[in-house]
T-cell receptor, first 111, second 114 residues
Framework: QQQVKQSPQSLIVQKGGISIINCAYE??????FPWYQQFPGKGPALLIA?????SEKKEGRFTISFNKSAKQFSLHIMDSQPGDSATYFC??????????FGPGTRLSVLP | NAGVMQNPRHLVRRRGQEARLRCSPM?????VYWYRQLPEEGLKFMVY????????ESGMPKERFSAEFPKEGPSILRIQQVVRGDSAAYFC????????????FGPGTRLLVL
């Protein structure tokens, strides 16, 4: 019940394309869903986050879509750039505790 | 405004030695989380602390691992009698307080056990 599933494991996208990463959770107590971006040799950095009272949140080229009934959420990267090549982690938490991370998606954006 | 700081960035230990990993949270943050990341894997929660108190240690191995966050100074993750399986990247994150979900991560400590 504490698990967060994430897919795909790896993703290759052409420059300018849309990258889509999906996550699913079981614990309905989760109330905050962040996405983190991690470059090799670096710590994860918060990218964007959403709460279950909204269905979509957009920040620049990054959009989170949230489906509460299906217990799923996804990250969309519009106009993907080579600089977006990194590993992306979804996560879920309840009140800042019980932080659970997905296994990650390695994104490669081809020039 | 310095971010989360971790040291050392790289640590090499032989089997049976002790490893001490340090984490200084962002200024004004009183809560610290420790995570372990194996190569090509996600982050596994280990422990959640506030100053002088362990809030959640459900992810900590029962033996050889301990963590503290004293009133003064950095948070310390201590691994006694290290084994090769402890080789991993250990990340620390901090947040302003309980109920604050946004975590800010440090650069990590890469531990290699020979």
């Amino acid at each position: 019940q504490q698990q967060v599933k994430q897919s795909p494991q790896s993703l290759i996208v052409q420059k300018g394309g849309i990258s889509i990463i999906n996550c699913a959770y079981e614990n309905t107590a989760f109330d905050y869903f962040p996405w983190y971006q991690q470059f090799p040799g670096k710590g994860p950095a918060l990218l964007i986050a959403i709460r279950p009272d909204v269905s979509e949140k957009k920040e620049g080229r990054f959009t989170i879509s949230f489906n509460k009934s299906a217990k799923q959420f996804s990250l969309h990267i519009m106009d993907s750039q080579p600089g977006d090549s990194a590993t992306y982690f979804c996560a879920a938490t309840h009140y800042g505790q019980n932080f659970v991370f997905g296994p990650g998606t390695r994104l490669s954006v081809l020039p | 405004n310095a971010g989360v700081m971790q040291n050392p960035r790289h640590l090499v230990r032989r089997r049976g030695q002790e490893a001490r990993l340090r984490c200084s949270p962002m200024k004004g943050h009183s809560h610290v989380y420790w995570y372990r990341q194996l190569p090509e894997e996600g982050l596994k929660f280990m422990v959640y602390l506030q100053k002088e108190n362990i809030i959640d240690e459900s992810g900590m191995p029962k033996e050889r691992f301990s963590a503290e966050f004293p009133k003064e100074g950095p948070s310390i993750l201590r691994i006694q009698q290290v084994v090769r399986g402890d080789s991993a990247a250990y990340f620390c994150a901090s947040s302003p307080g309980q109920g604050e979900e946004t975590q800010y991560f440090g650069p990590g400590t890469r531990l290699l056990v020979l």
